[in-house]
């Protein structure tokens, strides 16, 4: 367990830990199970885009050991000082643009945050750590998240992507975060900050926002509206509950090796038409329409995401066998918890489903009405 405060005198360390991105997917649900579990402050750095929602984290707002503070991962001034006066001993970095359709139609947004955002928060963090004394400055820990979209795509039989895979990023999106594990990497060799990067497969489960393939899913489906799968709906991915990925990144701060990097996946490899299909089949069980035809009939087939990768697969072998970390989850009953929670949560919906949601779905799917 970790101690209050971890060096005496003048550069000490409090048990805080600042977050960026932690009002949206990931980021709150780290936050909620990270309060749970450990108890310690957190402060929240986040701009609130589109993406993020102080709402997440409504349940923990009036404690005291949480802060939040609005503001941009690429304001250097803003990160110096919360870093000055909250004094974290970890930096969990979430805070990216993360929808690759996104990245198809505005990249530029997506260099910004995730290569500038990424360069200046380590930038501040380094600066930050030389300062410390030499206690401080072997406690901290700076853990950056990624993806496994940054090894590209694979064939079906391919073995799964594992950390020594080469990189080839595919879209604008995997390219961005590509280079900011560069540069986490660059960091550590460098300059010597403690640096652990984590790349995972994809997430699912509460407070995911609804441009992604499961909650739009799950939403259509409720709604009675069409739901429009990419391509043939052969592409796989490699599903990850979302509080296995948070379990993920505790073990990685507590007991990772500053320098390495690790793979986290959900063992959970489904074409998207079982998902789909899936979904439609619990959408049916847990909301039933009398008379009305299985939800299975409002699967259309679209036109393909340009440049889609085939397959991710992660090989998390190397953080099951170094830190004793596997998912818990099983993706059928994860997925079962995850259409309950969007059937429970209309609120919620409703308050994330904006007029810039909406113009964005219009946007996205408008061209794409033929397979
Ligand atoms: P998200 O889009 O749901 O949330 C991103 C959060 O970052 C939002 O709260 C947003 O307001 C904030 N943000 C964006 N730009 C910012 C800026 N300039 N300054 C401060 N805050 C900013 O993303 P997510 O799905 O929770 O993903 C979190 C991280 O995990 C990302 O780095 C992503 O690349 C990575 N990741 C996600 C998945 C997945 O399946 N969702 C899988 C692998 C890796
Ligand atoms: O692999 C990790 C990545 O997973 C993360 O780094 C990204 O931040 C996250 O967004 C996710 O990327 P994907 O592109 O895999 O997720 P998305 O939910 O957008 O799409 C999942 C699959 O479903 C993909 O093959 C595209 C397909 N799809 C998606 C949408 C939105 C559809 O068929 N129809 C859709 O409407």
Not at 63 to 83: H, N
Not at 252 to 269: C, D, H, I, R
Request: glycine share 8%.
């Amino acid at each position: 367990m970790f101690c209050d405060v971890y060096s005496v005198g003048m550069n000490t360390l409090n048990d805080t830990i600042l977050v960026t991105g932690g009002a949206g997917f990931i980021g709150s649900n780290f936050v909620l199970t990270w309060m749970k579990a450990e108890g310690a402050a957190v402060v929240n750095l986040d701009l609130l885009t589109y993406a993020g929602n102080a709402a997440n984290l409504e349940s923990i707002a009036s404690d005291s050991r949480y802060t939040f503070a609005r503001g941009d991962i690429c304001d250097a001034g803003l990160i110096g000082a919360l870093l000055g006066r909250h004094r974290p001993r970890a930096i969990v970095h979430f805070a990216a643009e993360s929808h690759v359709d996104r990245s198809i139609v505005s990249p530029e947004a997506f260099v910004r945050t995730n290569v500038m955002g990424t360069f200046t928060l380590l930038e501040q963090a380094r600066s930050y750590w030389a300062e410390l004394d030499e206690a401080g400055r072997a406690a901290f820990r700076f853990l950056h998240v990624s993806t496994d979209e940054v090894y590209g795509t694979l064939a079906l039989g391919d073995p799964a992507f594992s950390e020594t895979t080469p990189y080839a990023p595919n879209s604008p999106y995997a390219a961005s975060k590509a280079g900011s594990d560069h540069l986490a990497r660059a960091y550590f060799h460098t300059f010597g900050l403690p640096v652990l990067t984590t790349n995972c497969s994809n997430n699912y489960g509460p407070f995911q926002f609804p441009e992604k393939l499961i909650p739009l899913m799950i939403l259509n489906a409720l709604e009675g509206k069409p739901l429009p799968v990419y391509g043939d709906g052969m592409n796989v991915r490699d599903w990850l509950f979302v509080e296995d990925h948070c379990a993920a990144i505790r073990k990685v701060l507590e007991a990772g090796s500053p320098g390495e990097t690790y793979n986290v996946g959900g063992n959970s490899e489904r074409a998207n038409i079982d998902v789909v299909t899936t979904i439609c089949d619990l959408v049916d069980q847990l909301r039933p329409r009398a008379g009305a035809e299985p939800r299975r009939k409002l699967i259309t087939y679209v036109k393909d995401r340009p440049g889609h990768d085939r397959r991710y697969a992660i090989d998390a072998s190397k953080i099951t066998r170094e830190l004793g970390w596997k998912p818990a989850e099983q993706f059928e009953n994860g997925l079962r918890k995850t259409v309950r929670w969007y059937l429970d949560n209309a609120e919620w919906v409703n308050s994330v489903r904006s007029g810039v949601y909406r113009d964005w779905i219009a946007k996205n799917y408008a061209e794409r009405v033929s397979a």
